[in-house]
């Protein structure tokens, strides 16, 4: 998130703009999915959370800093 500002006072900037919004609509979809939702989902991507990483198409650790999966 980039942060322009004076002193104390950060002001996002429309790149960290659009980053808020985005986390604000993926919390309101999982709160709608509920906890047994949700875990179903985490079953149906847990396959696919290990192929990609494995493709070697994504290098890791990657641009976020988030460290390869160990499972």
Same mark, same amino acid.
């Given at each position: 998130m980039s942060t322009e500002g004076v002193g104390h006072v950060a002001v996002l900037t429309a790149e960290g703009l659009d980053g808020c919004e985005v986390e604000s609509r993926t919390d309101a979809l999982a709160a709608v999915l509920g906890p047994d939702g949700a875990a179903r989902v =985490? $079953? =149906? =991507?847990? &396959? !696919?959370? +290990? +192929? !990609? &990483? $494995?493709?070697? !198409?994504? &290098?890791?650790?990657? &641009?976020?800093? =988030?460290? $390869?999966?160990?499972?």
């Open positions: =985490l $079953a =149906l =991507l847990g &396959p !696919v959370a +290990e +192929e !990609v &990483p $494995a493709s070697g !198409v994504i &290098p890791f650790p990657g &641009p976020t800093g =988030l460290p $390869a999966c160990d499972h």
